[in-house]
């Protein structure tokens, strides 16, 4: 009896030692409003652009302060229960950690800028028809207009370097070297890149990023910055660079937001403009408005307005667009 019990320790204590050294985290969001886009015809349920997600992320103590670690994330689309086209949408990647010298992942991952900077000062968290962050990218996501796109939220086959350390969060991102079968002097075939830092003081954070998105000739610089007053969360950001898709004509670009977050008791009123402008060709304001009431940590419900200006949007007679839906975590 006495060695069975001795037995039955010293398994529970290599298993223990077994799961502190590993972990496996499955998490996800399913979110779904009732809403009309800007520029279209009819309202619809759908999901409201914050991107309902299947996740898989873990990592392996390897001892010495180093880690392996990786993330899989499955985009899809709850009103119909289709996937997106690109199975792991999200994210998908595996790399090394390690305590003091930071880590380095492989595969489709965010870029530097937008997860460190560009994602992070937008008061409408860069979900729902209100989302602000696509005006400072100069790359509208409404369908009514045909914004530049200069900027890219991941890459596909890259690696990305972070480090964090003393308030400080840097990072690095290069994608695969284009080859489009005429020579690596063509400007298309560049290697896209994107690099940031921010830092965080207490109550504010400030943060800058550069990149060429596409390797295609385009760039953008893009500062960011956010303040916590207790009694309201304010942010503000500023873009500039240059368009030169196709060997067309370069033009400059730039787009900015401000915006604000207030919290009364379980809600949380969101509110901001944002405007982006390509010169010699398109302009385009958004203002917009929400409310989110949150009913635990990890579920609320919501509703966003926006409103679009400039003469990006003169010719289309819906300017419109609101949301009202849910959203749950876990």
């Known amino acids: 009896m006495k060695k069975s019990l001795l037995a039955l320790a010293v398994l529970g204590a290599f298993t223990g030692v077994a799961s502190a050294q590993s972990s496996l985290t499955i998490y996800g969001k399913v979110d779904q409003a009732f809403g009309h886009k800007a520029g279209a015809n009819i309202s619809t349920w759908s999901d409201s652009g914050a991107r309902s997600r299947l996740g898989f992320k873990g990592s392996e103590d390897l001892g010495g302060g180093l880690k392996a670690n990786f993330v899989l994330e499955h985009s899809l ?32 991952q965010y870029t530097a800028a937008f997860s460190l900077i560009q994602d992070t000062i937008d008061p409408f968290n860069g979900g729902g028809y209100a989302e602000l962050r696509s005006m400072l990218l100069v790359n509208d996501d409404t369908g009514v207009g045909t914004k530049a796109g200069l900027t890219e939220v991941r890459y596909n086959n890259s690696l990305r ?100 977050r207030v919290p009364f008791g379980k809600a949380d009123l969101k509110v901001g403009y944002a405007s982006s402008k390509i010169d010699g060709a398109e302009s385009m ?31 289309v007679e819906q300017k419109n667009a609101f949301l009202v839906g849910i959203q749950t975590n876990f």
Do not use: C
């Open 285 to 315: 304001g958004k203002l917009a408005i929400g409310v989110d009431y949150n009913l635990s940590k990890r579920t609320k419900v919501y509703a966003d307005y926006a409103r679009y200006s400039g003469n990006a949007v003169d010719t």
């Open 161 to 260: 370097y972070d480090y964090s350390g003393y308030g400080i969060n840097a990072a690095l991102s290069l994608g695969e070297r284009k080859n489009d079968g005429v020579t690596f002097t063509n400007k298309e075939t560049d290697r896209p890149l994107s690099a940031a830092v921010n830092y965080t003081m207490g109550a504010l954070f400030v943060g800058a990023g550069v990149e060429n998105a596409e390797g295609d000739g385009n760039y953008l610089v893009t500062l960011g910055a956010k303040y916590n007053m207790g009694f309201a969360t304010v942010s503000a950001g500023y873009s500039t660079g240059t368009i030169d898709n196709a060997g067309t004509a370069a033009a400059d670009v730039n787009g900015w937001l401000i915006g604000a």
């Open 77 to 108: 689309n709850p009103d119909e229960g289709t996937a997106n086209a690109l199975f792991w949408h999200g994210q998908s990647w595996v790399g090394l950690s390690h305590s003091t010298y930071g880590s380095l992942g492989v595969g489709r």
